[in-house]
């Protein structure tokens, strides 16, 4: 339901929490567009864009934070990357009954991602009786070490 391009990896700063693809300008990409799996897995957007190639921040880098839901508990919240290809998913009440292993995937909201775009499943849960909002982390469903191919959507 995009308009996708396919996109080859060429390198891997880990350390970073990005990747580079092997399209760039000339192959009409932007920044701000969206990267993902065959398997519809986001990874991250474009932040950068050369003649031939184009550095993507994953969606763990340390400056991301986009909005989701966990569709089976009606609830929804912000990811924030902490870095390390870690995610932590804040301002979901703890008043929603949230589970180890929901499925979490990107919201529409905000317009950074399409909606429905996977994004891991819920590792762990941290309850306070002094916050509003769990404390929760997302173990993420990318893989860099299986990552050679990407999608590019160009637009949604």
Do not use: C, H, W
Not at 59 to 67: A, C, L, R, T
Not at 102 to 126: C, N, T
């Amino acid at each position: 339901k995009f308009k996708l391009t396919l996109a080859e990896v060429i390198g891997k700063d880990i350390g970073q929490d990005s990747i580079l693809i092997n399209q760039g300008a000339k192959d009409g990409l932007g920044q701000g567009m969206p990267v993902i799996t065959e398997q519809k897995v986001l990874l991250g957007r474009i932040t950068e864009v050369f003649t031939d190639f184009s550095r993507v921040s994953l969606i763990s880098d340390k400056e991301s934070s986009f909005d989701v839901e966990i569709p089976d508990r009606d609830a929804s919240g912000v990811i924030k990357g902490k870095g390390g290809q870690s995610l932590d998913l804040d301002f979901i009440s703890q008043d929603k009954e949230v589970k180890e292993g929901d499925l979490v995937v990107s919201a529409s909201l905000g317009g950074i991602y399409p909606k429905g775009l996977l994004i891991g499943l819920v590792q762990e849960i941290e309850r306070s009786d002094t916050r509003p909002f769990y404390r929760i982390k997302v173990a993420p469903f990318f893989d860099l070490k299986e990552t050679g191919d990407v999608l590019i959507i160009l637009d949604f």
